[in-house]
């Protein structure tokens, strides 16, 4: 493919996905008013984002030099 069907094509793609985007905003709403109440909200949410919060606090912590749980560097 050459470079400029390829810069056409994004040209056009990029068009479409702002077209419209001036009067259209973001819809930004709490769990709740979606429809999730108990186990769903906290086994598809809560649990998913209690899991990426521990294992990037990990990921920090282990590359300032934090030791492991078993003593070892």
Same mark, same amino acid.
């Given at each position: ?8 094509? $994004? ?14 905003? /973001?819809?930004?709403? /709490?769990? #709740? ?10 086994? +598809?949410?809560? #649990?998913?984002? $209690? +899991? ?7 990921? #920090? ?13």
């Amino acid at each position: 493919m050459s470079v400029e069907l390829m810069s056409d094509r $994004l040209a056009k793609t990029f068009h479409q996905v702002r077209k419209g985007t001036e009067t259209r905003r /973001p819809l930004l709403s /709490p769990p #709740i008013v979606r429809g999730w109440f108990g186990a769903d909200y906290f086994f +598809y949410l809560v #649990i998913l984002e $209690l +899991y990426f919060h521990v294992a990037t606090a990990h990921n #920090i912590l282990r590359h300032l030099g934090a030791p492991w749980a078993s003593g070892t560097t």
